[in-house]
């Protein structure tokens, strides 16, 4: 199978080029921005040796599919989706803090919580709790956005204190934050699963507040199937879930989390196939219909291609 590992492209009016984790930015005429969701895969902050062959169609999609129906909660980026791997839409600057919102008790949190914290973020946790839990209410841990290396925890009163938000745009991402999650909660359950815990990124342009960067998907969010939860929970059996954190916890059984003198343990093609399975189950689970491969024969020249023809209706 092939995958789109790096883009090269050189768009007309192009004037800038970022390149992501997983994601290539290219900035038209100053205005815009042609974001194409490549087939990288990263985890624990690291981007891992092997491209996964349909992921950045799988996100690029279901972001799509979110952004489209939350816009009566918060405007977003979005211009156009010219390509299953692109989307095209409004510069905005971003703040430097990630909105994470937890519904239940896991990954991150779980392991802050297991190693005997009973904060997070400055959000207190009730002992008592184990693995997979729901919360007595969603709680916002927020993060730091880092431009290189990992992203790192940090509380409200110390974005506030440091003047990384204002207080007032900062009470907004929060009540967008909430709407958000609450929104994404109900979609998921209509297609049997929990939302547990998610992200979501916003900028400001002409002094709005835009939703941006993508929602919703396995690679900013973590589900479990609803049916059986509350079964497994009882009886002390890992949960049944559709996220990264499959990914994390292959490399976590193989030796690697990210830390100094860690290697990528091999990814074979095995590997590489089984988490393109498991993205396109996401995708199809959760949006409720079958996932359609695009033409992968030639994927950039097709991405250039739809890009150009975009860009020229601008």
Known sequence: ???????????????????????????????????????????????????IPFKGQVLNQIAAKFLAATQDIVP?????????????????????????????????????????????????????????????????????????????????????????????????????????YQRGTEI????????????????????????IDEIHTPDSSRYFYAEGYEERQNSNEPQKQLSKEFVRRWLIENGFQGKDGQVVPEMTPDIVSSISERYIELYEQIVGEKFIKADADSISNRIETNVIKAIEKL
Request: glycine letters at 6%.
């Open 1 to 51: 199978m092939k995958a789109l590992k790096e883009t090269h492209f050189n768009f007309p009016q192009q004037s800038h080029y970022y390149k992501g984790k997983v994601r290539d930015v290219y900035t038209i005429a100053d205005k815009f921005m042609a974001m194409v969701v490549t087939d990288r895969i990263s985890a624990f902050d690291v981007v891992l040796p092997e491209a």
């Open 188 to 211: 998921a359950a209509k297609s049997g699963l929990i939302l547990v815990d998610t992200k979501y990124e916003f900028g400001k342009a002409d002094g709005v507040i835009y939703l």
């Open 76 to 180: 977003n980026w979005v211009l156009e989706i010219p390509d299953p791997m692109v989307t095209i839409g409004r510069i905005c600057e971003p703040f430097k803090v990630e909105m994470v919102i937890r519904g239940y008790l896991a990954g991150h949190a779980w392991r802050e919580y297991s190693a005997g914290k009973r904060s997070v973020c400055g959000v207190s946790l009730p002992d008592g709790l184990k693995e997979n839990d729901k919360l007595p209410k969603p709680i916002i841990t927020p993060t730091t956005k880092a431009a290189v290396g990992h992203d790192e925890d940090i509380s409200r009163e110390d974005i506030l204190a440091k003047g990384i938000v204002s207080l007032t745009d900062y009470e907004k991402l929060e009540e967008y934050t909430f709407a958000l």
